[in-house]
């Protein structure tokens, strides 16, 4: 049977100095004065990053997508549309993440609403894929899954401190701050993201590198194995939504491929069922089954409650599991 390891459950702490990061405080839980500008966020981790380019204060940001949910399947509500429509900045990640919000962004878009799509202002690598897609029976039935540019940016600290400067101006421009300040705030943002991945890229190096092979729930590891020298073996869920269920023919072929290559974890996510990983665990010796924060922020105390600890908190527990 595999052992199940969930987040926040020894998990190690690598450096309680890195947060000079955490530069603001979460904005959706103090009282902000009638009149402040407010900055309409997709995701809790674009929210947390939003915060600290602008920790001077002076905005207001309203997170879209709860803490938990999925970016992927999230329907927005009249409410989202009238607090979007009012926003004077929206920063969404692009890339086909938020899909059903795309729609009531082009929407706001067309009617004035600067929308800022993050992902779209990166070097974005293809997806991966992972397992053999010329036998896949779901491929056709979702079209983000496997082709174009993968959308998870986040996971390359790189690539967003690259973007925070042209978002920051952004920001300062549309919501009336002090370009100097959030500059000073982006520089001391784009050093934490720094030590960050020196962080992990040390981390990683306690794993063998015969072991840095990632089978994922679904695609969103690969700005991960890009930056940090991983193989992605395979994917459960053909869907990248997360949300297909897998085939028996499918489960049969993963089976073959892990047992070939000599995985030690499956990793599974919060904001998905770990069903079909720990199905495909059972029936393999010695694999257990690692629960990851992909596409949403932690609950506060998690450890991954911003977007720098949802990093080392996956870091550290990919290295757990692989060393």
Not at 139 to 159: K, L, N, Q
Not at 276 to 285: G, I, K, N, R, S
Not at 290 to 309: F, K, M, N, Q, R
């Amino acid at each position: 049977m595999p052992r199940l390891r969930w987040p926040g459950v020894g998990v190690v702490v690598l450096s309680a100095a890195l947060v000079a990061s955490a530069c603001g405080d979460d904005t959706s839980e103090q009282a902000q004065p009638q009149g402040v500008p407010v900055v309409v966020v997709t995701t809790g981790i674009w929210a947390d990053v939003v915060d600290n380019i602008a920790c001077q204060g002076g905005v207001r940001i309203e997170q879209l997508v709860p803490t938990g949910g999925d970016p992927h399947s999230y329907e927005p509500s009249m409410a989202d549309r009238a607090t979007t429509e009012d926003a004077v900045l929206v920063v969404a990640n692009g890339l086909a993440l938020e899909e059903g919000l795309d729609d009531t962004l082009d929407a706001v878009e067309g009617d004035g609403t600067p929308v800022f799509r993050v992902a779209e202002h990166v070097d974005a690598i293809e997806y991966a894929g992972g397992h053999d897609d010329e036998h896949d029976d779901h491929a056709e039935d979702d079209p983000h899954g496997h082709e174009g540019d993968d959308p998870h940016v986040w996971f390359d600290p790189i690539r967003v401190a690259g973007v925070l400067p042209e978002l920051g101006d952004e920001l300062a421009a549309r919501a009336g701050l002090d370009a100097g300040e959030v500059a000073d705030c982006v520089d001391r943002y784009a050093s934490a993201l720094a030590e960050v991945d020196a962080e992990i890229s040390a981390l990683v190096q306690s794993i063998p590198a015969e072991n840095r092979k990632l089978v994922t729930s679904h695609d969103s590891l690969g700005y991960f194995a890009d930056r940090y020298g991983f193989d992605l073996v395979a994917t459960v869920s053909p869907a990248s939504s997360g949300l297909a269920e897998m085939d028996l023919r499918h489960l049969d072929e993963l089976k073959q491929v892990l047992e070939a290559t000599g995985v030690r974890a499956i990793f599974a996510e919060t904001q998905h069922s770990s069903d079909d990983a720990e199905t495909l665990a059972d029936q393999l010796e010695g694999v257990e089954v690692v629960t990851l924060y992909t596409g949403s922020l932690g609950e506060p105390g998690s450890g991954a409650d911003t977007y720098i600890g949802l990093l080392r908190t996956n870091a550290t527990l990919i290295a757990e599991a692989l060393a």
